[in-house]
C-alpha cells in the first residue's frame, strides 16, 4: 500500500489524481489533503477518501470545514503550517504536489528534507527553486516523478538510458487556441477566446499560459532542472494534435518519444507506480484514424511569453521567479478583465526589466522577488 498527500486536491490535477486512487484503491491511500478555499468540494474528498488530516491554506475554509467535520476524528489545519505538516506526515510515502503558485516551494522542501518522494504538479517549484530542490534531492536520495505530461513523456522516453545520452529534448506544444495567430490579432482576444483549449481540460491559469506559450516557457525552465540538460538543448516543436508529449533525441540520431490521447491520468498514474506500469480504462490512441501527425515551429515573435521565459531561463538566479510572478499577476488582472491580452506580456517584460537579479537566491529571497514583481506590476497600473 503507498500512501499519499495530495497537496491541492481540489484542483485539476488533484481531482484527478483522486480517479487514479479510486481505480487502485487496494494499492493506494490518502493519508492527508490540502487545498485552498474550496470546502464543499474538501469535505466530500475528506469524507470519502478519511485521511488523518487536511489542510484549508484560508483561514477562514479551514474554520468553516473544521466545523462540518466535527463528527470525524479528521485533523484540520490552515495556512503553510498545515500544508507542511501535511507534506511532511510520517505515514505519507509520496507527495502529490499539486496546488498552483509559489506556495508549492517550502512545503516541497519540508517533504524532501523529510525524505518524501514528490510526484510533481506544481512549475514554481522548479522553475524558481530548482537550484535548491534539485541538490537537495539528490542529497536526501528523494525520486522527483514529473506528472506534467510533457515532462512525464520525457521521463518515460530517457527509461534504460545511460547518463549523458540525450543530446536534445524535443518539447512539444499543442499551439493553444490562438495558434496562427500574428501579433496584432491578439489585442481583441477575450478572457472567453483564451480559454477554449483546443485539446487540454485545465484550470484557467494554466489554460491562459497556454494561449500565450507562456506555459511552455515555464516547462523549458522546470526541464532544465529535471533533466540536467541546457535550455540550449531543449527544443519547442508545435504539434497541434498533441498525440506526441514529448520525445528525446540521442547522441546516434535516434528519437524516443511519448505517445497516447490527451489524459492527464496517465503521467498521475505512472508517478505513482513508477516503475510500474498499470492498466488504465479510456480510449486508446489509434494510428489510422488520426491519419497525420504535424509539426510546427513555434511563432516566439507573436507569442512573446516563449521568448521572454527563455531569456529569464538563460539569465537563471532569480529572474525565473520574476518572469513566474509577472505571469501569474497579469494572467490575474486578464481573468478579472482589467487588462487586454497583449498587457500580459507588456508587465511581464516590465517586471524583468526592472529587476536586480540576485545569482544564487535562497526561498527568502525568492518571495522577495515574488513580491518585488507585484508591486512593479501594481505600480504600473496605477500610471
Keep these: ?46 469524507r470519502e477518501f478519511k485521511p488523518r488530516l487536511v489542510c484549508m491554506y484560508d ?40 496546488v498552483v503558485g509559489m506556495i508549492g516551494i517550502r512545503p516541497t522542501i519540508a517533504a524532501i528534507e523529510a525524505g518524501k518522494d514528490i510526484a510533481l504538479a506544481n512549475k514554481e ?17 528523494v525520486k522527483i516523478l514529473p506528472v506534467d505530461s510533457e515532462h512525464s513523456a520525457i521521463f518515460q522516453s530517457l527509461q534504460g538510458t545511460p547518463k549523458g545520452r540525450c543530446e536534445k529534448i524535443l518539447l512539444t506544444a499543442s499551439g493553444g487556441p490562438f495558434r496562427g495567430k500574428k ?24 489554460t491562459v499560459d497556454s494561449s500565450t506559450l507562456v506555459n511552455k516557457g515555464l516547462e523549458v525552465m522546470e526541464a532544465r532542472w529535471l533533466f540536467d540538460v541546457s535550455i ?21 540520431g535516434a528519437i524516443i518519444a511519448q505517445l497516447g490521447l490527451p489524459d492527464m491520468k496517465l503521467p ?6 513508477y516503475p510500474d506500469r498499470r492498466p488504465m480504462e479510456g480510449k486508446r490512441a489509434d494510428l489510422f484514424a488520426l491519419s497525420s501527425l504535424t509539426f510546427e515551429r513555434p511563432d516566439s515573435a507573436t507569442f512573446r511569453g516563449l521568448s521572454l521565459a527563455i531569456e529569464a531561463g538563460k539569465c537563471g538566479g532569480s529572474m525565473p521567479t520574476v518572469f513566474n510572478a509577472a505571469n501569474e499577476r497579469a494572467v490575474g488582472l ?50
Excluded at 495530495?6 to 484527478?16: D, N, V, Y
Excluded at 475554509?61 to 505538516?85: C, H, N, Q, W, Y
Excluded at 498521475?268 to 507506480?273: E, K, N, P
Aim: aromatic letters at 4%; one cysteine or more.
Design 183 to 206: 501579433y496584432d490579432e491578439l489585442k481583441d482576444m477575450q478572457v472567453e477566446d483564451a480559454l477554449k483549449h483546443p485539446n487540454w481540460s485545465m484550470g484557467r491559469k494554466i
Design 334 to 383: 486578464f481573468l478579472e478583465k482589467r487588462i487586454g491580452f497583449l498587457s500580459i506580456y507588456e508587465l511581464i517584460e516590465a517586471a524583468m526589466r526592472a529587476h536586480r537579479v540576485i545569482e544564487n537566491p535562497d526561498v527568502d529571497e525568492i518571495l522577495n522577488a515574488e513580491k518585488e514583481s507585484y508591486a512593479i506590476i501594481d505600480e504600473r497600473l496605477k500610471q
Design 268 to 273: 498521475i498514474q505512472y508517478a505513482l507506480f
Design 232 to 252: 540550449d538543448d531543449i527544443e519547442v516543436v508545435v504539434h497541434p494534435q498533441s498525440i506526441i508529449h514529448s520525445a528525446v533525441q540521442f547522441v546516434d
Design 59 to 98: 483561514e477562514k475554509a479551514a474554520a468553516e470545514l473544521k466545523e462540518r467535520l466535527t463528527d470525524t476524528d479528521i485533523k484540520v489545519l490552515s495556512g503553510m503550517e498545515g500544508l507542511i505538516e501535511a507534506a511532511t506526515l510520517k505515514s505519507a510515502d509520496i507527495v502529490v504536489t499539486a
Design 125 to 141: 517549484t522548479l522553475v524558481c527553486a530548482g537550484h535548491i530542490i534539485m541538490p537537495l534531492a539528490k542529497e536526501k536520495k
Design 1 to 46: 500500500m503507498k500512501r499519499l498527500s495530495i497537496l491541492g486536491s481540489t484542483g485539476s490535477i488533484g481531482t484527478q489524481t483522486l480517479e487514479v486512487v479510486r481505480s487502485y484503491s487496494d494499492d493506494l491511500s490518502v493519508v492527508s489533503l490540502s487545498a485552498g478555499r474550496n470546502v464543499k468540494l474538501m469535505e466530500a474528498q475528506a
